[in-house]
């Protein structure tokens, strides 16, 4: 988890307008040198390298804390369910910090995790009788 992608610091486009500067750029370096490319895009500040894996996981944390709070919409990509739940527990934690949700009463979804008052939580499955869809937030 040492790497993460997110748009230029300041920058206030979407996720899919930055990404798609990103592969236009990628499309234009990548063919000659992926080295100069990955040099590029870290130079611009497509990329952002931590030391270790918990720096990168406090700072993808705080990051989308952040952003959450001011109201952008975002999708954080990962490998691993592992690294999925490490990132949504850090961010459930700054969230409580923060006074953004309410864990003096909560409960532990299937994955473990804690939900408490004010989290959101999307669903892995189909259920009818509760109106919810696969994916549905």
């Known amino acids: 988890m040492g790497l993460a992608c997110q748009g230029a610091a300041g920058e206030r ?3 899919l307008e930055s990404g798609v500067a990103v592969r236009a750029q990628v499309a234009r ?3 000659r040198d992926p080295g100069a490319t990955f040099d590029r895009l870290l130079v611009d500040g497509h990329v952002q390298l931590w030391g270790s894996d918990a720096e990168a996981l406090a700072n993808v944390a705080l990051t989308v804390v952040d952003r959450h709070v001011t109201g ?3 999708a954080v990509s990962v490998a691993t369910n592992d690294e999925a739940g490490l990132i949504n527990e850090a961010v459930h934690q700054q969230l409580a910090e923060r006074g953004l949700i309410d864990t003096t009463v909560s409960v532990s979804g299937v994955d473990g995790l804690e939900i408490g008052a004010g ?3 999307m669903t892995r499955g189909n259920s ?4 919810v869809a696969n994916r549905q937030v």
């Not at 009818?128 to 109106?131: F, H, I, K, N, P």
């Open 13 to 15: 486009s979407s996720g």
């Open 29 to 31: 370096l990548g063919d």
């Open 72 to 74: 952008q919409t975002q």
């Open 119 to 121: 989290d959101r939580v």
């Open 128 to 131: 009818t009788q509760y109106g």
